[in-house]
């Protein structure tokens, strides 16, 4: 009876904790996996802050609705951008013996110390699209080839301008794992290109009104020919484009990342030149598969990619929007 109360007591105080942190929990089909005692393993995943992002929004319906294809016993918690809550988040999944986590970390290294304790408790571990660093025990981090997109837009710039122009970049939220392989990934191609000039790098943070207002000012500072293309790392970008094209600015270039329904318009109607397709969708597919597979003793890569193809005028009728 102590053991039982003890046990009562435990549960109890997570629901309150998850009352706390939003966390959702869902109860999905059933299904076995090879070594596990339950039929449906429990599996935790942390997003580091949903927020009002779409990209994010559809990565949790993913996991939602793919989990429940494959048969897993989903909590999904809500980091609200809080190192402190997602640190917690990630110990109460330990506590309560989950059989897997996936993490999302706001950086590399924030979480390392808890996964180590999830990890060394014999909980596996992965990171979804953000990396988490070495040192954590995480199986397999599942995401992009940041510096090869990075890379990517950048070629396309220069290819475009004939190797010869003023270019801006906005960055997402600096110090995040996208941020640093994608700003590597662009600089490696610019910087070796004698005739591009970086005129402007700012962050964005991957939102809509910093976004407008980077270019609204960028358009003052720089007149008609002095600004030749604008790289973002993300697909707010979207909202620039049209603002250039309403001032009479589509002489300069705007290259993407992401590939919503909004992109896609864009580059149908020509006001956005480029994106790269990340799927978030894919992504967490691809995620969940992992888990699986190391759930059923499988050894899985340390770095699985997704593809990430590029999105232009030739091929945008081919390819549906990823969101």
């Known amino acids: 009876m102590h053991l039982l109360f003890k046990q009562e007591v435990a549960l109890l105080s997570f629901r309150k904790i998850a009352s706390a942190f939003g966390i959702a929990a869902l109860t999905l ?44 016993d989903v909590t999904v918690v809500d980091g609200r951008n809080d190192i402190s809550q997602m640190n917690a988040a990630i110990d109460q999944f330990r506590i309560q013996q989950v059989d897997a986590i996936i993490v999302q970390p706001a950086d590399p290294d924030s979480l390392v110390g808890t996964v180590k304790q999830a990890t060394d408790a014999g909980i596996p571990v992965i990171a979804y699209s953000h990396k988490i660093a070495d040192g954590s025990g995480a199986k397999a981090n599942v995401g992009a080839d940041e510096v090869a ?99 009479g600015r589509d002489e300069v270039l705007f290259v993407a990342l992401d590939y919503p329904a909004d992109a896609r318009r864009a580059i149908q109607e020509g006001t956005l030149y480029a ?29 699985i990619r997704i593809d990430t193809p590029v999105i232009t005028k030739e091929n945008v009728e081919q390819v549906p929007a990823a969101y």
């Open 275 to 303: 994106t790269i397709n990340q799927s978030p969708a894919t992504m967490a597919e691809v995620a969940l598969k992992t888990i699986q597979d190391i759930l059923a003793g499988k050894t899985v890569e340390k770095a």
């Open 29 to 72: 089909t059933a299904s076995a996996y090879p070594g596990l005692a339950q039929d449906k393993p429990k599996l935790g995943v942390l997003i580091y802050n949903v927020g009002q992002d779409p990209w994010l929004s559809v990565a949790v319906k993913s996991f939602e609705e793919k989990g429940a294809e494959m048969g897993f």
């Open 149 to 247: 997109m990075g890379k990517a837009q950048a070629e396309l710039v220069v290819k475009a301008l004939n190797g010869t122009g003023n270019v801006a970049l906005m960055t997402g939220i600096l110090g995040t794992s996208p941020q640093i392989g994608r700003t590597e990934g662009q600089r490696a191609i610019f910087d070796a290109t004698p005739g591009i000039k970086v005129v402007e790098e700012q962050a964005n943070d991957w939102q809509h009104d910093k976004t407008v207002a980077l270019i609204q000012g960028w358009l003052s500072k720089y007149p008609k020919g002095e600004l030749n293309a604008v790289v973002a790392q993300g697909p707010e970008l979207v909202a620039a484009a049209e603002y250039a094209k309403s001032q």
